[in-house]
């Protein structure tokens, strides 16, 4: 049981201190006990040993049978798994603070060149030699489809790569191949960047980049004016009406963010929000997920360039929605249609294939889940070999594209703590700290290997650290260690 910092999760109907005077009282207390901790995981204001103490006193007075027995033995070993599940989940989906650094592997551009007013191009090893720089003080970098943004221990932001739309929040447009200060904000805890956007959290929710479909969630107009189709060059405050959140996801044209007390939020275009709505109207500001309000939320994915959403809760349940037309949401596709919204999921749907999901990374147009035992499994678009399986186990969609439905399990040599998706690659931490990466490479993305792209797992780094995370963008990857 933990319930640091979340004092806002709302409480349940279920009663932990009812009194209980039968056999038939005993077996429903179990049951509502189970469902309770299946919503709220570490999160529970009560532990397994609450448990165990309320059992003990409810032997005392009544009639304790072989089959009162066996169900409350049951019921324990369902609550240590779920307990497990949902500490092992925010483990893996929270930065704890720690001094990490950094290196990039591939092309972080999608082909800008230089101008008069940008600092030079480097090649990449001058560029990881920059990187040093930060060395021992990075918290975390996360990677759009082609800038990036650097959080330090200090609550400092740095941004690079492509500045179109004001996506670095430098208020300019240029490109920048090394990491430029973010001087508009502080202090902040949290970064993420998408396509063509950025944002932080810091003493509230900040976004910049481009503005359509009301991505930024900043509204229509600032001041009277319409922004939409504008670029917003600086960081710019969300109006949340006092939600307070902990964690945003930038994708292509819409946003996810879980608050503080573990609800689901979005906005953006609305084909992809997760929300179903009837005037097909974008969402300028953040709106609650109503359809899983009644669950806690601890991670949530949407891929460089993507058009899908994967969300875990806190005790392993995964939900995907958004484009489907190669299977990247992990159900079957609607083959008949060449309208591209025929192939969008507008709410989201419960993944029934997959248990003991700790981890998740959407890719662009495919999906990965991590299990507690360290198995990967993946679904989606193929086309470069992504998914680590052959081509020839693939289903094809009207454009010939190659996709499997359903999250397939890959073959790797060793259990993984660690998966990231990428535009069209795929990276894994070991847990004897190898990393090993396949996909497509004509970037670079995956190391120097001079293939444009590997069809099955192959290891590319040795990591000597204790921690190892991931990020990828479409053309690039970057490895952040201590």
């Not at 309320?54 to 066996?70: C, N, T």
């Amino acid at each position: 049981m933990n319930n640091e910092n979340n004092e806002n999760i709302r409480n349940t109907d279920f009663d932990f201190e009812i009194k209980i005077e039968n056999k038939r009282q005993v077996v429903s207390f179990l049951e509502g006990f189970l469902g309770y901790l299946e919503i709220f995981g570490r999160y529970s204001k009560y532990s397994r040993q609450d448990l165990i103490t309320k059992m003990k006193d409810v032997k005392q007075q009544i009639e304790w049978d072989k089959e009162i027995a066996k169900s409350f033995g049951n019921t324990l070993k369902k609550t240590k798994r779920i307990f497990d599940i949902s500490e092992k989940i925010y483990e893996q989906n929270n930065i704890t603070d720690g001094s990490y650094s950094f290196f990039q592997i591939g092309d972080l551009s999608d082909g800008f060149g230089t101008d008069e007013e940008n600092i030079p191009r480097r090649n990449i090893e001058q560029v990881n030699h920059y990187y040093m720089t930060f060395n021992h003080q990075v918290k975390n970098v996360v990677c759009g489809s082609y800038h990036a943004l650097l959080l330090l221990n200090n609550g400092d932001v740095y941004s690079w790569g492509n500045g179109s739309f004001g996506r670095l929040g430098l208020g300019t447009t240029c490109n920048y191949d090394y990491p430029m200060k973010v001087e508009e904000v502080s202090n902040v805890t949290y970064i993420t960047a998408g396509f063509a956007y950025s944002g932080c959290i810091s003493d509230q929710l900040y976004m910049w980049g481009a503005t359509e479909n009301g991505r930024l969630g900043i509204g229509s107009e600032i001041n009277g004016e319409d922004i939409l189709g504008q670029d917003i060059l600086l960081p710019t405050p969300v109006n949340c009406n006092n939600v307070k959140f902990e964690k945003v996801i930038c994708g292509s044209t819409h946003t996810c963010a879980i608050s503080t007390n573990k609800q689901l939020y979005t906005w953006g275009n609305w084909k992809y929000c997760g929300i179903s709505i009837t005037d097909n109207c974008d969402i300028f500001s953040p709106v609650k997920i109503v359809g899983l309000s009644h669950l806690i939320f601890e991670a949530i994915s949407i891929g460089p360039g993507g058009y899908h959403t994967m969300a875990l809760t806190t005790s392993g349940e995964l939900y995907t929605w958004g484009h489907n037309r190669v299977g990247q949401l992990g159900k079957d596709v609607f083959r008949e249609s060449h309208n591209i919204y025929n192939y969008v999921c507008h709410t989201p749907e419960k993944v029934q294939t997959v248990d003991n999901i700790i981890g998740i990374s959407a890719g662009w147009g495919h999906s990965s889940i991590l299990t507690s035992e360290g198995k990967i499994l993946l679904c989606g678009r193929n086309s470069c070999e992504q998914l680590g399986i052959s081509k020839d186990r693939c289903e094809t969609n009207h454009r010939g594209q190659p996709y499997i439905s359903k999250f397939t399990e890959i073959e790797l040599p060793y259990s993984s703590k660690f998966v990231k998706c990428g535009g069209e690659h795929t990276i894994a931490v070991s847990n004897n700290r190898e990393i090993y990466a396949w996909g497509d490479n004509q970037f670079n993305q995956l190391g120097n290997l001079n293939e444009e792209g590997i069809m099955t797992p192959q290891k590319i780094l040795d990591i000597d650290g204790d921690k190892c995370r991931i990020s990828l963008g479409m053309r690039c990857s970057f490895v952040i260690w201590k």
